[in-house]
């Protein structure tokens, strides 16, 4: 059964930093792409970016709103993923999912197959 | 930027309906002479979001036959032949084209 755990959310000031956390079980995680997806309180669904896996060096996009500010990271040998948010702004606040890209090749893409519960980011003073 | 636009953004309708929502891409989502990359999730509250159907028209495995979805180029649907109880619930259409990667604004079906 494929799994995905997100952790590490939490109250956060203004400007403040926050690493989020997601372990992955029951798939190959090494060879997937992951991508974090966001939801602010009452709203749709933001993208907010993915990292490849090693086969395309671990490269990452990012959506504009977030772009150097935060960072997308994982750790294939322990199948977990990161998400560096720093200079946080009230804006972030959301419930931050941990997605899995499905098979995206050869004229078909699956999409976001798999979600996490989400974890909620709160940026209050 | 490709924006996508789904209308209506709100729903009302009776079980046993049939259910259209629009998803308009601001530009084209094509992968050269393939199938689009534009993928539809349906949310509950509280939940994740769950894939319903990928590359516009291909329904993930063990999502009900009355959903369905339809399109190319820059104009998508996602019907539900006849509404069932567990089918309310907001609804985004993705493109997976071209980065950044985008949501639709949703749309919310409720009970009428």
């Known amino acids: 059964e494929v799994q995905l755990v997100e952790s590490g959310g939490g109250l956060v000031q203004p400007g403040g930093s926050l690493r989020l956390s997601c372990a992955a079980s029951g798939f190959t995680f090494s060879d997937s792409y992951m991508d974090w997806v966001r939801q602010a309180p009452g709203k749709g669904l933001e993208w907010v970016g993915r990292?490849?896996?090693?086969?395309?060096?671990?490269?990452?996009e990012y959506a504009a709103s977030v772009k150097d500010r935060f960072t997308i990271s994982r750790d294939d040998s322990k199948n977990s993923l990161f998400l560096q948010m720093n200079s946080l702004k009230t804006e972030d606040t959301a419930v931050y999912f941990c997605t899995r890209l499905g098979y995206c090749s050869g004229g078909t893409c699956k999409g976001l197959d798999y979600w996490g519960q989400g974890t909620l980011v709160t940026v209050s003073s | 930027d490709i924006q996508l636009t789904q209308s209506p953004s709100f729903l009302s309708a009776s079980i046993g309906d049939r259910v259209t929502i629009s998803c308009r891409a601001s530009?084209?989502?094509?992968?050269?002479?393939?199938?689009?990359?534009l993928v539809w999730y349906q949310q509950k509250p509280g939940e994740a979001p769950k894939l319903l159907i990928y590359d516009a028209s291909t329904l993930q495995s063990g999502v009900p036959s009355r959903f369905s979805g339809s399109g190319s180029g820059t104009e998508f649907t996602l019907t539900i032949s006849s509404l069932q109880p567990e089918d309310f619930a907001t609804y985004y259409c993705q493109q997976l084209n071209s980065y950044p990667v985008t949501f639709g604004g949703g749309t919310k079906v409720e009970i009428k």
């Open positions: 990292i490849r896996n090693k086969a395309n060096s671990h490269t990452t």
């Open positions: 530009q084209g989502i094509s992968s050269q002479g393939f199938s689009s990359y």
